[in-house]
């Protein structure tokens, strides 16, 4: 199976927040990350935290990790147009420098 | 702009055909690294160079090959073409410690 998992869908109506959550299954994740691409665009990083972390607030994006559950959550506040993409979970392993990345979840946000 | 350069953007060849794609990282990353993006497999790591050196190697084919040149471009070589590569190519760079990898805009190839 996949080891990085993340729900296909979001819809999301504008000016609220949207959650955009992640699993993975490998302990030794060192650092998770999160990309967004939008139509035809590459892959632009959001933000990433080290798993010794809790929590990382980077403007109208929080971060959330929760190691016991190997769960990682995108928050975005206030939600516009412009955050309409498809974000991808990725994490990399201790000893590793890869990322594997999950299938990502297509945001679509809604007037 | 991430920094990181590749061409072409687009690409469309014939089965059995060779092809190049080429990427230059951000200024001073020593690392480059290639993925591959299709609607089945999703975005898979192919492989990784390390200032002219290859590092790691994922989910890369026999037919495909790659390397880094003293100037730090990379270059990833596909052969024998089929169908089934059609896909997005990505290139990434990161620093050292490789906290962080930026990725360059793609290579669209079409394979027909």
């Known amino acids: 199976g996949e080891d990085v998992e993340q729900s296909l869908f979001l819809s999301v109506r504008e000016g609220d927040s949207s959650v955009i959550n992640c699993t993975y299954t490998?302990?030794?994740?060192?650092?998770l990350y999160w990309y967004k691409q939008e139509p035809g665009a590459g892959l632009q990083l959001l933000t990433y935290?080290?798993?010794?972390?809790d929590m990382k607030q980077d403007q109208r994006l929080t971060v959330l990790l929760n190691k016991k559950d190997k769960h990682l959550s995108l928050r975005i506040a206030d939600t516009q147009t412009g955050d309409s993409a498809i974000y991808f979970c990725?994490?990399?392993?201790?000893?590793?420098?890869?990322?594997?990345f999950g299938a990502g979840t297509t945001v679509t946000v809604r007037a | 702009d991430s920094g990181v350069t590749q061409t072409p953007k687009h690409l469309i060849t014939a089965t059995g055909q060779r092809v190049t794609l080429r990427c230059s990282p951000r200024?001073?990353?020593?690392?480059v690294y290639w993925y591959q993006q299709s609607l089945d497999q999703g975005l898979q790591f192919l492989i990784q160079y390390y200032n002219g050196e290859e590092r790691a190697k994922g989910n890369i084919l026999e037919r495909f090959s790659a390397q880094q040149f003293p100037d730090l471009h990379s270059e990833l070589n596909l052969s024998s073409l089929e169908l089934g590569d059609s896909a997005l190519y990505f290139c990434?760079?990161?620093?050292?410690?490789?906290?962080?990898?930026?990725f360059g805009p793609g290579t669209r190839l079409t394979v027909t």
């Open positions: 990725a994490e990399r392993r201790s000893n590793d420098y890869k990322l594997s």
């Open positions: 490998d302990s030794s994740s060192t650092y």
């Open positions: 990434a760079s990161s620093g050292a410690g490789a906290y962080e990898q930026y």
């Open positions: 935290i080290f798993s010794n972390m």
């Open positions: 200024s001073g990353d020593l690392s």
